[in-house]
DNA sequence: AACGCGTGGTC
DNA sequence: TGACCAAGCGT
């Protein structure tokens, strides 16, 4: 059998240079995995590690989670931020409890039909958890192969659908080793193909990086806005949730009050973590985390 | 399809 | 020092 060009070297170059993550262990259940993808949307391995071992401790299977009240979830979720992870996280575990006999499903479709699941997180439980083959394509994924495969320095803004063609042309066939080769290429660009210094020189793929040997063109497109958060009603909604996650219980809307100075905006962003599920106004005014 | 959604670290 | 970035998702 004849693997598709570049699983050898990456999967080697894994071998030797994958971080031992808690949720890589072969001992990490696949809800222990579906945690672990869940924290990691947009939020670094380091700042989720502490979160992750707290969290599996306390709720080891998706049941254990399922009987607590969702602001629990909230509470536990700490500092990661996007905290509606966290209610996603907790319907979930509820879902699986109800509808897969307490077990995360390996079904692509059933994962993606889980809240907070798209499309790369169904990939990756289906593929690290159960050893499906699936092509992952996260931020890491798609900057490595914009370079490796396009010859361009990094991917457009959305994803494509001949990014997910050449994904999928580059999986190896056994699903075991499909597996394998999708966390082993999300690692190289964790680690080696980062967005700011990429450590070429270190790059199983140097030799054949259709960007490197053009000369490292630099990305030519739109500018791509950063984002601000300063002032914003995200950090606003942050300030608000701090303030329930560190209450024992309901508080008074006056230390809601305290912690942000435009009436307007604060209003607002009360309003909108009500909608969400996030914040539970009770009937004698106090605000609680959701029951 | 572009935008809103948290937080903190880096250079 | 303020952009930019970090294993995205839902609308």
Redesign the pocket.
């Known amino acids: 059998m004849h693997e598709p060009r570049y699983a050898e070297p990456v999967l080697t170059w894994y071998a030797e240079h994958a971080?031992d993550?808690p949720?890589?262990r072969p001992d990490a259940s696949p809800w222990a995995v579906l945690v672990?993808?869940i924290m990691?949307?947009?939020?670094?391995?380091?700042?989720v590690l502490p979160v992750y071992e707290a969290w599996l401790t306390r709720w080891p299977t998706p049941a254990d989670l399922a009987k607590e009240p969702p602001g629990e979830a909230v509470r536990a979720w700490g500092?990661?931020?996007?905290?509606?992870?966290a209610l996603?996280l907790h319907a979930s575990a509820r879902a699986i409890t109800e509808r897969h006999d307490g077990v995360v499903p390996a079904d692509y479709d059933e994962l993606?039909a889980?809240?907070?699941?798209?499309?790369?997180?169904?990939a990756?439980v289906a593929s690290?958890a159960y050893r499906r083959r699936h092509a992952v394509l996260?931020?890491?994924v798609r900057?490595v192969l914009a370079r490796v495969v396009t010859g361009v320095e990094?991917p457009s803004?959305?994803q494509t659908a001949a990014e997910i063609r050449i994904a999928e042309s580059l999986l190896p066939e056994d699903p075991p080793v499909a597996a394998r080769w999708s966390?082993a290429i999300?690692?190289l660009?964790?680690l080696v193909c980062?967005?700011?210094?990429p450590r070429c020189a270190d790059c199983p793929l140097v030799t054949e990086c259709t960007w490197r040997l053009a000369g490292k063109p630099p990305y030519d497109g739109p500018?791509?806005?950063?984002?601000?958060?300063a002032g914003?009603?995200?950090?606003c909604?942050?300030?608000l949730?701090?303030v329930l996650r560190h209450a024992e219980g309901p508080v008074e809307k006056a230390l809601l009050d305290d912690v942000w100075a435009d009436a307007l905006q604060r209003e607002r962003?009360l309003a909108?973590?009500i909608e969400?599920g996030?914040v539970d106004p009770l009937d004698d005014g106090r605000y609680a985390l959701p029951s």
Not at 40 to 47: E, G, M
Not at 79 to 85: A, E, N, Q
């Open positions: 971080r993550l949720w890589r672990s993808e990691l949307q947009q939020t670094p391995v380091v700042r500092r990661l931020g996007y905290p509606r992870r996603n993606r889980l809240p907070g699941v798209g499309a790369y997180t169904a990756a690290f996260d931020t890491n900057r990094y803004k959305t966390v999300m690692e660009g964790a980062t967005a700011r210094t500018p791509r806005k950063g984002q601000t958060y914003t009603d995200r950090q909604r942050g300030s949730l701090a962003s909108a973590l969400d996030l």
